[in-house]
């Protein structure tokens, strides 16, 4: 199947800092990439979708101005938590759009805000 | 928007075969139906994909019934390392069906 990375995979960082997040599809392209959260013992939930060369499309209750989405090729998508706090402290994993009907997923990245 | 439905949780024991069934009772004429597997603290991992019918690969088995109003995804002989939580998702395309994770089965495989 198809593969994505992530990188970091681990970050811990003081509250007020900002963090990026860099999502690659590595052996095909993807226009879409989509960015999801998920935390402790629930389900992924959608906050996002990266769309290469375009504004990205944020789910309801999601804050665009905190999270900064930048879909600047067709093989890399950036999550930027802008002055992260505890709360959003959390499990990021993105997933890339290899066909209509399939998305593959990255490792996730693991963020702990102090 | 398709919603799916499956069981919380399921138990097994080593060398069985598990079926996990979800219900998509409005399933649309262009969706198509994957199943993904997710250790703790690892990202979705893509396991099958089907439109109708059956499909086989190297891991498992997707059964979709002729009204594709649910689907099993099959098993066989199933090991400890086959723990984890297993989700359905049904969509295409723009449609969000496909993006939206509902709670997933979890899988408890028992020596």
């Known amino acids: 199947g198809a593969v994505v990375s992530q990188h970091p995979s681990r970050v811990i960082c003081k509250s007020g800092t900002s963090v990026k997040i860099e999502c690659r599809s590595l052996d095909f392209q993807a226009t879409t990439m989509f960015w999801y959260r998920q935390f402790p013992k629930q389900s992924l939930m959608l906050m996002a979708t990266?769309?290469?060369?375009?504004?990205?499309?944020?789910e309801q209750g999601v804050e665009k101005d905190k999270f900064l989405i930048n879909h600047a090729s067709l093989t890399l998508s950036t999550l930027t938590v802008t002055s992260a706090h505890p709360e959003d402290s959390s499990f990021y994993i993105c997933?890339?759009?290899?066909?209509?009907?399939?998305?593959?997923f990255g490792p996730g990245t693991r963020l702990l805000v102090l | 928007l398709a919603k799916t439905t499956q069981p919380i949780s399921m138990d097994s024991y080593e060398g069985q075969e598990v079926n996990i069934t979800c219900s998509h009772n409005?399933?649309?004429?262009?969706?198509?139906i994957t199943w993904y597997q997710q250790f703790p603290s690892q990202g979705p991992r893509f396991i099958i994909q089907g439109y109708k019918t059956k499909v086989t690969n190297e891991v498992a088995s997707l059964f979709i019934p002729a009204d594709r109003k649910s689907s099993t995804l099959s098993l066989p002989r199933v090991s400890l390392s086959d723990t984890a939580v297993y989700y359905c998702l049904v969509g295409f395309g723009g449609s969000q069906g496909n993006l939206i994770f509902g709670k997933g089965t979890k899988l408890s495989v028992k020596p």
């Open positions: 990266s769309n290469e060369g375009s504004k990205a499309t944020y």
């Open positions: 997933s890339a759009r290899a066909t209509q009907e399939t998305q593959y």
């Open positions: 409005n399933i649309a004429t262009n969706d198509y």
